[in-house]
């Protein structure tokens, strides 16, 4: 089994965008890679070509794969519908509409969103996953499927990703660190920081302060651009649409100016090669 986790310091931190830009690169190197996210919680869904709905996420990082998107990608899609009701699409097909309180089997769920991930390892040379949100809402995570869950469940390595845009890069990534299970924290091997503007250097002695607590390594600095993505998590961008020509075609384009940038500014997709690895 080859697959590693991108987790994120919140919602909005990269994750997702991370993940797409790991995807483009192995494929560039000819990998058979695929994107996984157990459980996403959006409006903004794709239809498959054989009729499936999943996370618009997971359909870009397909695309950033070279292939098309199928239902196993995202198996769990969780779409509010208001006043406190939720529609549960499992495997790209509605499961069941919920109301606030209301029970229903999540371990039939849990069964069939990671009985995607088991098909798509056999399938596919490297899985890469995607959490969900932050891995350490301490609230949620006796119910997590997409973090801490998939963690236990399938033993996947994780890198963090951690948004400097918003501040407190440094307690963010200590924070999520500290607060994983003690059976998981393990499988955190090392930490990206996002969205950094100008000299990367004045973050030197932060970072080796962060590795020497946590024991994670640093993977590399992205730099702050203004990219046409598409309206989803941390793929967002309110300051562009994703351009006048073919989504696909421009979601492509944009994310290998943004690898081309990441490899100019440092960043070792190496290392995330080794945390793979490690998961073999």
Same mark, same amino acid.
């Given at each position: 089994?080859?697959?590693?986790? /991108? @987790? *994120?310091?919140?919602? *909005?931190?990269?994750?997702?965008?991370?993940?797409?830009?790991?995807?483009?690169? @192995?494929?560039?190197?000819?990998?058979?890679? &695929?994107?996984?996210? =157990?459980?996403?919680?959006?409006? %903004?869904?794709? &239809?498959?070509?054989?009729?499936?709905?999943?996370?618009?996420?997971?359909?870009?990082?397909? #695309?950033?794969?070279?292939?098309?998107?199928?239902?196993?990608? %995202?198996?769990? $899609?969780?779409?509010?519908? !208001?006043?406190?009701?939720?529609?549960? &699409?499992?495997?790209?097909?509605? /499961?069941?509409?919920?109301?606030?309180?209301?029970?229903?089997?999540?371990?039939?769920?849990?069964?069939?969103?990671?009985?995607?991930?088991?098909?798509?390892?056999?399938?596919?040379?490297?899985?890469?996953?995607?959490?969900?949100?932050?891995?350490?809402? $301490?609230?949620?995570?006796?119910?997590?499927? +997409?973090?801490?869950?998939?963690?236990?469940?399938?033993?996947?390595?994780?890198?963090? &990703? +951690?948004?400097?845009?918003?501040?407190?890069? /440094?307690?963010?990534?200590?924070? =999520? #660190?500290?607060?994983?299970?003690?059976?998981?924290?393990?499988? @955190?091997?090392?930490?990206?920081? %996002?969205?950094?503007?100008?000299?990367?250097?004045? @973050?030197?002695?932060?970072?080796?302060?962060?590795?020497?607590? =946590?024991?994670?390594?640093?993977?590399?600095?992205?730099?702050?651009?203004?990219?046409? /993505?598409?309206?989803?998590?941390?793929?967002?961008?309110?300051? !562009?649409?994703?351009?006048?020509?073919?989504?696909?075609?421009?979601?492509?384009? %944009? $994310?290998?100016?943004?690898?081309? $940038?990441?490899?100019?500014?440092?960043?070792?997709?190496?290392?995330?090669?080794?945390?793979?690895?490690?998961?073999?």
């Amino acid at each position: 089994m080859r697959s590693v986790l /991108f @987790l *994120g310091t919140a919602s *909005g931190a990269g994750k997702t965008t991370l993940a797409a830009l790991y995807c483009r690169y @192995l494929r560039k190197k000819g990998v058979d890679v &695929v994107p996984y996210k =157990t459980s996403n919680l959006s409006l %903004n869904s794709y &239809v498959t070509e054989d009729g499936k709905e999943i996370g618009m996420g997971q359909a870009f990082q397909a #695309w950033a794969s070279g292939i098309e998107p199928t239902g196993d990608m %995202n198996p769990v $899609l969780l779409k509010p519908s !208001g006043n406190g009701r939720m529609q549960i &699409v499992v495997r790209g097909e509605p /499961f069941i509409d919920i109301v606030r309180g209301q029970e229903y089997d999540r371990e039939k769920i849990k069964e069939l969103g990671y009985g995607s991930f088991d098909r798509l390892v056999s399938e596919h040379e490297t899985v890469v996953c995607e959490g969900s949100g932050s891995p350490v809402e $301490l609230n949620l995570m006796d119910t997590d499927l +997409a973090n801490v869950g998939l963690m236990r469940a399938r033993k996947v390595p994780s890198v963090l &990703v +951690a948004d400097i845009e918003r501040g407190g890069v /440094f307690a963010a990534v200590y924070g =999520t #660190w500290k607060l994983l299970p003690d059976d998981v924290r393990g499988l @955190l091997k090392g930490f990206i920081i %996002n969205r950094f503007r100008g000299d990367a250097s004045l @973050l030197d002695s932060g970072i080796a302060r962060i590795e020497e607590l =946590t024991g994670l390594k640093c993977i590399g600095i992205i730099p702050y651009e203004t990219l046409k /993505f598409p309206e989803e998590d941390s793929m967002s961008s309110k300051k !562009g649409s994703i351009g006048d020509g073919n989504l696909h075609e421009e979601f492509v384009k %944009n $994310l290998d100016r943004l690898l081309e $940038l990441a490899e100019e500014g440092g960043v070792d997709f190496s290392k995330i090669e080794k945390i793979v690895d490690s998961s073999a």
